[in-house]
Structures are given as C-alpha cells and as structure tokens.
C-alpha cells in the first residue's frame, strides 16, 4: 500500500484563514497526501495540548506554515504563540517547511521593520557575544526607538501585533523561503504548493515518518539502579567520616558526570542548541585551612594549583568560596568550563569541555546561565549528593 505524506498545516485560526485550511486539505488529499490539522485529526489530546500539537509536526514529513495578521493567542512568559512553537518544532526536527505570508503584512515589514530590527540584532550578538532570548525583545525596542510617530501611529491603527515582526524575522533568518499569501480561493496557490511538492519529491528525500517510542518506566528504574550504585560506590570510600582515598573517591565521582546540549530558553518547545559539553573529564577538591584554599585530591585531566591564598581574586575555587555561591567558569585557551560547588569548608570543581564551537571568554560568560542548565540538568541528583557528602567529611 502507498505510505501518503503526512502534512502539517500550521497557522493561527483566524476566520479569514478556516476556509482556506480547508480547501488545502481537501485539495491534499485529492493529491493522495495526508493533511494534519488541529481541528480535525489530533485526537487524543495530551494534557497540554502544544504537546500534542508539536508532537504531530515531528510525525508530519512536509509543514505548511500560514501567517496573516492574527498572531492568535500570545504567551507573554514564553513571547511565543501556538503557531510559533509548531513552526519553531518544525525547524528544530528539521522538516520540509514551506511558509506564506499575507502580502499585506509582509509590505509593511519590509518597508518599516526589517531594516532597523535587522540592525538592532546584530549590533545585540556584537555587544553581548550571543543572540538574544527572544526577538521580540528587539522587535520592542525597534518600535519605541528606531520608529517615527507617523510609523507608530499605522501599526497601532491596524491593531498589528509587535509578534508578527518577530515572527517573520526568525522565518527569514531560518533560511525560509518565504512566498506571498494571498487569501482567496485562487488556483495558483494550489498550483505553487504542488511545485514545492514536486521539487521536494525531487530532491529523493523520503516521506516516511521517523517514529519513536520511550519506556518511561524502565528509564526512571534505571536511572534509580544508577543512583544507588553511585551511591553505595562512594559511601564504601569513606570511613569514620573520612575519605580513604581521594582519587578513587573522585573517580568514582565522575564516572557518571554526563555531558549534553547547551540551550537557549533551555526546557521549552523554542529551546535552540548553541554548543555542547562532553561528560566531565577532571574534578579537584580543595579545603579552607588557615586563609588559604589547599587541595585535598584531584582526579582525571588536571594539574592542579596546590593552593591558593583567599586573597586571589583570579581564581574560580577562591571566588566559590568567598562568594559562598555556585559558580561557572571558563577558559578559553583549555576550552574548558569550570562548575564549582561550595560545601561547608570545601569547594568542589567539576571540569567540563565544550566540544563543538570554540567560544570567546565573553561569549562563555554571557551563557552561564545556559551553561549551569546543561551540566545541572543531566546530573542534579549526582552532584547534589556529592557537595552534600563533602562537605560533611571531617577535617
């Protein structure tokens, strides 16, 4: 039997929209392909229904993305909507999109917006070394500095939603070519989708979804084998309250200190990789003891400082331990991070190296949030125990 195209067709539910959803699917499905569209074939429903909706983008072989100048429901914490996160999970699973835009809205864009929005975001990336969170950021800047009154005034005349300009931006700037939308029941628009269609088809690219399936229960169980292992492994090293040996111990310690993605937004459906790490390759330990930082034990890639004076601001275990706070640092001639815990009298030091792009100094430091996320996200319940279990150790 023929396996049809799954396709995604993605756009908020305007009124002036509905009819031409529904055209695309009939004329789809004449075509042989199978439309997906939330009105019609998303049953069941997860308990959050984006879940359910990003779910069947990943499913879906080709995403059709229609905007018009109803943005539809707008999450100011995320400064994202429905159609947003559909098309973000499109790109990020790397689909085939094809994307209109009312001709209307795409006017005033170009002739107000792109410029300035496009100027503003990169004098962003030159000034803070990184992208910023959210366009829409920008797009709010762009519109209260960059604007004239007589400019201002249109956009709040027509009720334009500053979303749509991000929006457009984040298309354009995911390489996508973008084609004008004209609400009608016109027969070349069916006649341009079936050229993308054919060019897609062309370039041998298989439309077979991908499907995969998770056994939640059997992770979360093992995952509890592992903690009790680890666990166990390190209580064994210990005796009388003291460490027995130190490099076993810290063996022991990151053997099973995993790497991971470094994200923007990290934990949401817009989350964007922009480096990774590798597991942790080295961890040292030091002790407060009479004004200075001495080190009890290291272990893996390292050579370690000795000591160092409390009164040494250049160093990342100084700085932990003075600052009574967690801290992430970086160096860029090792291209290695530095995630430094203090517990008590002790600061530990977990070594971790990016192992895709090179960053700067400053581009490090303006991801240390991000950079925290990753290493923490993986290893919270190792390391959380560890710092715990340091710090209890007698001097």
Known sequence: MPNPAKIFISSAYADDLKPLRQDLKAHLESCGHQ??????????WADDFMDTCCQKVRESDIFILLVNDFVGTYWEDGKTTPTYEEFYTAIDSKKYVIAFFDTKIKKVYDEHIRIPLSERYK???EEH????????????????????????????????????????????????????????????????INAYFSD????????IPHKESMAVNAGAAKVLQQFQEYTTSLLALIDDGEVIDWEEFLKVVISQLSGGNIYVRPGTRTQKKVNAIGTCNAVTVYKQDSGKMKLCGSYGKTTPTKEY????????????????NVETSYSEA??????????????????????EKKWT???????KDEVEYAIMSNNTLLIDFVADLIGGIRS
């Open 35 to 44: 439309p997906l569209l939330f009105e019609e074939n998303f049953y069941p």
């Open 123 to 125: 004098e962003y990336v």
């Open 129 to 192: 070394h990184r992208e910023p969170n959210y366009t829409m950021d920008v797009v709010e800047l762009v519109i209260e500095e960059d604007l004239g009154r007589g400019q201002k005034k249109m956009l709040a005349e027509n009720n334009y939603h500053p979303f749509l300009w991000a929006f457009i931006f984040d298309v354009q700037k995911a390489r996508v070519w973008t084609e004008d939308l004209v609400i009608s029941r016109s027969p070349d628009f069916y006649e341009k």
């Open 200 to 207: 897609h088809l062309g370039q041998g690219i298989k439309l």
């Open 309 to 324: 004076d409390l009164t040494d601001d250049t160093s990342y275990v100084v700085n932990c331990y003075v600052n009574n």
């Open 334 to 355: 090792k291209e290695l991070l530095y995630y430094t815990i203090k517990s008590r009298e002790y600061v530990l030091c977990l070594h971790y190296p990016l192992i």
């Open 361 to 367: 100094d400053a581009q490090a430091n303006s991801y």
